[in-house]
């Protein structure tokens, strides 16, 4: 399995951007499907964005859609979510994790290999 590292995580005020990465060690991201996550304190894990290896095919869950742009550097072994127009309900801690898997790229059980996570907070 690679070992992911987020960050770019932060304090923003509402309205603001963040770029987050996600950088793999011990393997190569080339052949995994990559996707962000977010969970917020009490809150159940939730889809953020996806992006596959094969075609580069980009999922969004619907609460980010329009604000964020997930895209990834095969040759930095990276991949990064573009985030603007933050707003409050954006705080949360946002981890990567890869797949092997062709389909369900929004279902966290799909994916066997997960970052420690970076912190996201949105103030008003």
């Known amino acids: 399995q690679v070992q992911l590292v987020e960050s770019g995580g932060g304090l923003v005020e509402t309205g603001g951007s963040l770029r987050l990465s996600c950088v793999a060690s011990?393997?190569?991201?080339?052949?995994?499907?990559v996707a962000w996550f977010r969970q917020a304190p009490g809150k159940e894990r939730e889809f953020v964005a996806a992006?596959?290896?094969?075609?580069?095919?980009?999922y969004y869950g619907s609460s980010v859609k329009g604000r964020s742009t997930i895209s990834r550097d095969n040759a930095k072994n990276a991949v990064y979510l573009q985030m603007n127009d933050l707003k409050r309900e954006d705080t949360a801690v946002y981890s990567c994790a890869a797949t092997t898997y062709t389909s369900g790229f929004d279902k966290a059980s799909r994916y066997d290999s997960w970052g420690q996570g970076t912190q996201v907070t949105v103030s008003s």
């Open positions: 011990g393997g190569t991201l080339r052949p995994l499907s």
């Open positions: 992006i596959t290896w094969f075609n580069e095919n980009l």
